[in-house]
């Protein structure tokens, strides 16, 4: 996959500390976006992570996570990549929270088989704490189906 940047912290999980991604590559050209320079795809080798980095990644990390965050760009515009490293994620009992631009509905069921909480939609100027967002939040049930929630209940999933 290629990530820009790699961090430690809270980003919109809230009162989770999580691994967060950046991920390279985004076309939905959101008026406003908060990551123009993660917009534009890359070929360069230098930004790619392979398994072995990703899982030396999580390592460094692993006493104080409990998730793994995609943001972007856009990961899912590299979407193979995103379930080979969300295995990898799930087999660490860690969760998977995707950000993405497209809809919810537009996911494949491998992505939602793999991903724990899923924010959906274009960036509409508003963080996902704001009532007047778009985005929606849906958290995997116990029984694997979605539900939608609130964001003041992302700090108890
Ligand atoms: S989905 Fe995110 S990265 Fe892509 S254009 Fe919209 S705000 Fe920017």
Known sequence: MFIKKISTGFI?????????????????GCPGCHAESL????????FFI?????INELDNRNFAIDSVVWLG????YQIDRYLDLATIVNSRDLKNVLFTGFLFEDLSEKVKEMTYIIIDG????????????????FR???NGIYISIPFKELKNS
């Open 122 to 137: 274009k960036w509409n100027g508003y963080p996902i704490s704001d009532v007047r967002t778009n985005q929606r939040i």
């Open 73 to 76: 760009g856009d990961v899912m």
């Open 12 to 28: 919109d999980f809230d009162e989770h500390i999580s691994m967060n991604a950046y991920a390279i590559g985004c076309s939905h």
């Open 50 to 54: 392979d398994d072995n980095h990703f």
């Open 140 to 142: 995997k049930s116990k």
């Open 39 to 46: 917009q534009e795809f890359t070929t360069d080798q230098s």
